[in-house]
């Protein structure tokens, strides 16, 4: 099964407080690694992306901060994911049962190795993982691509490949636009 797609994710609400960025990227699922790369450009000065000379390790909570997310359900089934990724080389991976529910963290990923490319106008990340410790070769999956973007003075924006809710919702299954 191989499935390539380019993406592009756009803020929850248009405002002149969410920074001048454009986010997009290329999302690769080969046999059963999924490849995702992000693509950040703009004028980076206006965002906040925390830095860390520690060991990058699971951490909860990575969203309250410039934060690469994902999500992958499986198609007919109400069981997702979700992965973080912070610019300090921080992550983790969640389980949920259903929306928002059974949230547990994903113990078959002991490390999510990602690397990230800091530029004077662009960030690059680029993950590859083995979607063998989740999900079987034959399941078709359905992937939401976001982001949480911290301005520097403090706000936070949403960035999805899909809003369809009121509210940024980044766990809600119509977002999870992306087939694969």
Known sequence: ??????FTLKPFELSDSN???????NILRADNKLKLDYLLQGDLSQIVIPVSDEIPT???????????????????SS???EFNLATTGDWNVY???GYRQGMTEEKAFDALPFRLKKQT???????EINLDLIVEL???????ITAVIES????????????????????????FIIHC
Request: hydrophobic content about 35%; glycine content about 6%; charged content about 25%.
């Open 1 to 6: 099964m191989n499935s390539d797609r380019k």
């Open 121 to 127: 106008k662009s960030l690059t990340i680029n993950l």
């Open 138 to 144: 034959d399941k078709n999956l359905d992937i939401a």
């Open 58 to 76: 699971r951490k909860d909570e990575l969203w309250q901060t410039t934060c690469w997310e994902f999500f992958i359900g499986t198609a007919n």
């Open 152 to 175: 520097n003075n403090g706000e936070l924006s949403y960035w999805a490949l899909a809003h369809p809710e009121a509210i940024a919702d980044f766990h809600h299954r119509e977002g």
């Open 79 to 81: 069981q997702y994911w």
């Open 19 to 25: 920074p001048t960025i454009n986010i997009s990227g």
């Open 95 to 97: 389980r949920f049962s």
